[in-house]
């Protein structure tokens, strides 16, 4: 059986419902994957270290999820039917491409960078059906039954999804050309998350020395949308961290700074948990 995934879980005494997921931090490819992009091309989709960086928060009690491939194969941070029709040898009446493959980084990226193609010749519908099974849905299914068995143990949850940006945006990005903030917190313009606890986590970022903005350019992606049920408790967001703040963007290596940026983001999730301990009272039972 494939390992599409790694799960870090904290002792079952100091457990909350909190949840972070890392679904960029892969780089692995199968070792069939044939593409026209070069390595150092595939890389630049790669959210290095973030599970890295984040995974102190099991201490404070948080689960911490994070992919073992690359976006580049599939992206887990897009619906299963987010498939761009341009990819196919043959026409699918179960593409529903949205704004994300028209920019060529649907399910199945058409570009690794902008004016780089991925794939010489189309593929095949079997092909992408292969991967949702053996790699997308794994991973999904997962998440997924870790947030529905907190949620019945708690009676609340919240989902962190958790994402590293590159310093400037490129021609494949909204913004593209511009200087981006130290961090984005996305929470669908309001309506995913529990606006006390984004609050909360801009606050500690703010106190901390980082400029923080909300929902611009990362307002969150699927996780976020499809996970998010904020009327029945199921609160969700996004964090993209920049990365010029931990490594070298060219040599895809942590800077000096790295140690201190994981530092500051235990402080951010200790804050996270204390937050949801005292929402819950869970310290009084």
Known sequence: MIQTYSVREPDAQSAIPLVFDSPHSGIQFPPDFSCCASIEQLKTGWDAFVDKLWE???????????????????????????IDPVLLASPSSECKPTRYSERG?????????????????????????????DYYLPYHNALSDRLN???????????VDCHSMKSKGNKMNIDSGESRPDVILGDNDGLACDPEFVQ??????????????RNMPYKGGYLVTHYAKPDVARYSMQIEINRRLYMDEQLYKPNAQF????????????TMATYIREHLQLDKQ
């Not at 689960?63 to 299963?80: E, G, K, P, T």
């Not at 649907?106 to 059906?129: H, N, S």
């Not at 140690?259 to 200790?270: E, F, G, I, T």
């Open 259 to 270: 140690a201190l940026l994981r530092k500051d983001l235990d402080s951010v999730a200790c």
């Open 105 to 133: 980084m649907g399910l199945i990226r058409r570009f690794a960078l902008p004016g780089v193609a991925l794939y010489a010749q189309p593929l095949e519908m079997d092909e992408i059906k292969m991967r949702v099974r």
């Open 200 to 213: 909360t986590i801009e606050d500690a970022f703010t106190r901390l020395g980082y400029k923080v903005v």
């Open 149 to 159: 068995n907190l949620h019945e143990r708690f009676g609340k949850v919240w989902h």
């Open 56 to 82: 102190g928060a099991v201490l404070h009690g948080a689960v911490l999820q994070s992919a073992h491939y690359s976006r580049m194969f599939i992206d887990l941070n897009r619906a299963s039917d987010d």
